[in-house]
Nanobody
Framework: QVRLVERGGGLVQAGGSLRLSCAASGINFRLHNMAWYRQPPGRERELVASIDSGHSRTYIESVKGRFAISRDNVRNTVFLEMGSLKSDDTALYLC?????????WGRGTQVTVSA
C-alpha cells in the first residue's frame, strides 16, 4: 500500500522559511518521480515542484529561486525548502507520486503566510 505523509507546515511571517517533508512507503522510492502540489483556498491544485529518479528538478515560475526540492533515497523522503515566503504561498501542500499509472496523494500539510 502506497502511503505519503507530509510534515512541516505551519504559520510563518512573510519573508520567512519552512521546510516540508514527505515520507513515502509502499514504493521503490528511488525509482519514482516525486512532486509537491499546492491548493490555495478556493483555487485549483497546482504543481509546485518535481524531482525525478535522476534528481532532475522542475519548478513553477512563481517559486523559482525561492523553493528547492530534494530527495533522500535512503530515508525515502522528499523535501521542499521554502524561503522568502509570500502570502500567495498560503496553501495546502500535498505530496504526489504515481505507481502503475495511478496517482497517490498525501493528506497535505497547511502552510499559512501572514503579511
Amino acid at each position: 500500500q502506497v502511503r505519503l505523509v507530509e510534515r512541516g507546515g505551519g504559520l510563518v511571517q512573510a519573508g520567512g522559511s519552512l521546510r516540508l517533508s514527505c515520507a513515502a512507503s509502499g514504493i521503490n522510492f528511488r525509482l519514482h518521480n516525486m512532486a509537491w502540489y499546492r491548493q490555495p483556498p478556493g483555487r485549483e491544485r497546482e504543481l509546485v515542484a518535481s524531482i525525478d529518479s535522476g534528481h532532475s528538478r522542475t519548478y513553477i515560475e512563481s517559486v523559482k529561486g525561492r523553493f528547492a526540492i530534494s530527495r533522500d533515497n535512503v530515508r525515502n523522503t522528499v523535501f521542499l525548502e521554502m524561503g522568502s515566503l509570500k502570502s500567495d504561498d498560503t496553501a495546502l501542500y500535498l505530496c504526489h507520486t504515481t505507481r502503475g499509472g495511478i496517482d497517490f496523494w498525501g493528506r497535505g500539510t497547511q502552510v499559512t503566510v501572514s503579511a
